[in-house]
Every structure is written in C-alpha cells, then in structure tokens.
C-alpha cells in the first residue's frame, strides 16, 4: 500500500487577519511620529492654530441686520452733467421719423445729424475722435425708409462708445474723460457679489452709469417723441427709481473668507504634504517596505 501526502504551505503573510496587518501599520506610523516629535507638533499644530485665528477673526466682526427694506428716492433723466453741445446720429432718414428725433433733439438741447443708414452712422462713428462730437448714435430699421408712415412698433438701437466717458466714480459727480469702464453688457449680475444692494450708496444705480453716460436721458427722450408722435395728449412727466432691496445682513468679513479660504487651507497642508512626501522618499531609501513585507504585509499595503 502506498499512502498519498498533501501539504499546504501557508506562509505568514496569509496567517495576518486584516486588524493585524492595520496594527503594524499605526505602529510603524507611531514610531515615526514619535521620533520626529517637533515635526508632528508642527503638523497638528499650524491647522488648529488657522483655524483658531479664523474663529478669533470671526468674533471680532458683528454682522449689521438691516430690519428695513432699502427704498432709493427717484430721479429725473438729466442727472448727466455734460456741459458740451452733443449731436445725436440717427438714422435712416424720414420724414415723420426726422420730426420724432428733431423734437427729442430739442428737449434734451441737443443738435442731429441723419444718416441714409446704417451703414453709413456706423462708418461715422467709427472715425478717429467721432466719438468726441457724437454723444450716441440711434439706428432704426433701414426699412423705415421706404416706408410711407411710421409703424407704432419699433426696434431701435442706440450705439453708445465702448468705454466710459466717466473718470470720477463719486455719487454725484461726473468727469469727462475716458475711463476704463465698459458697459459689460454679456453680465447679468457682477463678478464680485457682495451683501445687500449693488452701488449701495448711488442714486441711479452706479456703474456703468447708465444715468451720468445719457443713456437714460437719450432713451427717454426718444420714447416720449415717439409716443406723442402717435397722440394728440401730453405724457406726463416720469422719473426713474431704483428696485427696493429687502432686508439683509450686512456681513464684511464673509466675501474676505470666501477669497481667502482656499489659501488658509493651502498653508494648513502644505507642510504635512511636504513630509509625507519626505517621509515616502525614505522608506524607499532605507527599505523599510521590504520589511514591513516580511512582518506580513502584502505589497499594497507598504
């Protein structure tokens, strides 16, 4: 008779339950950190100390609740102080059209010039200092011309310059000069948002001065020629007001932690990153994986 034997070699690696293997791990881990005692320190200590003046900063700045809806008074169109004599480009030209912009011309106390269309006005005021003698250009459908009257509906468009002509950004005071504003219309809402009403403290609603550029003036004047071109009665005298903004909680030092909380973070780890990738550069120097490897971890827990 001949008898069959079957041995199973088990090495140690297999014999190592998992909470064993995750043991000699935070053990290994232990020593490190024990001996490089300060280094530790330096890591657990400059996240709590941010996070401590984050919280001290905090305390020392009171949000303002603002109980009461904001309500801005009106005002009336000419709140442009230009000085100069404009001349508003229009165009194409008709006649009942030329009687529409002769008396919006005439109420704002500005002179017109016509142009056949619209090819022309944009030729013109795309001249070299044109933009120094024309306040806007208004561009109605080229289609107006052959036209025998004028249509109650209307598409108009008024080309003002590209830039500010506004320096001074007070409330209540306007320079002429270029400035380096435009009027960003591919913006619904600002970049930089901040608590409360935008241009809190303007009047007519601040930048990109809608109201100091003439814009609201030229589009008002326009409109009400236009209307009265079509009607017997006189329009009654309309001013412009501000949307009320409702109550809010005036927070300053939010939007400072929200643009600098990715930084405070940054600073918290970069020097735990930087000695784990020390401390990783090492074990590959002093081989302390392969030893790891013979206390019984597998290779992907090295």
């Known amino acids: 008779m001949s008898a069959h034997y079957h041995f199973k070699c088990l090495s140690f690696e297999s014999t190592m339950s998992n909470w064993s293997r995750l043991c000699l791990l935070m053990w290994k881990n232990w020593l490190l950190q024990r001996r490089h005692l300060i280094q530790s320190l330096i890591e657990l200590g400059v996240p709590i100390l941010l996070s401590v003046i984050l919280i001290f900063i905090r305390n020392c700045v009171v949000p303002f609740e603002h109980t ?103 409330p209540d005071e306007s320079i002429e000069g270029v400035g380096d504003e435009n009027w960003r ?54 001013q412009f007001q501000r949307f009320p903004y409702p109550s809010y909680v005036d927070d300053p030092i939010l939007p400072a932690l929200t643009a600098f909380m990715s930084t405070i973070i940054l600073l918290s780890f970069v020097y735990p990153a930087i000695n784990t990738i020390r401390a990783v550069a090492v074990e590959k120097e002093t081989m302390m994986k392969e030893a790891m490897k013979l206390m019984g971890l597998p290779n992907c827990s090295g």
């Open 185 to 238: 219309t591919y913006l619904m809402f600002p970049l930089y948002q901040q608590f409360g009403p935008r241009e809190s403290f303007s009047q007519a609603g601040g930048e990109p001065g809608y109201c100091k550029e003439g814009f609201l003036l030229l589009q008002d004047a326009i409109s009400k020629a236009y209307i009265e071109h079509f009607t017997t009665s006189v329009l009654p005298f309309v």
């Open 68 to 170: 009461k809806p904001t309500v801005y008074p009106s005002f009336d169109t000419k709140c442009t102080k230009w000085e100069k004599n404009w001349t508003i480009a229009w165009s194409p030209y008709h006649p009942e059209l030329a009687n529409v912009m002769s008396r919006a011309a005439f109420v704002i106390g500005y002179q017109q010039q016509v142009f056949a269309n619209s090819t022309e006005l944009y030729s013109a005021l795309t001249e070299s200092g044109a933009m120094k003698q024309y306040i806007a250009g208004v561009v109605f459908d080229d289609d107006i011309a052959g036209r025998e009257h004028l249509s109650r509906q209307v598409k108009v468009t008024i080309r003002f310059p590209g830039a500010s002509r506004i320096i001074s950004r007070l």
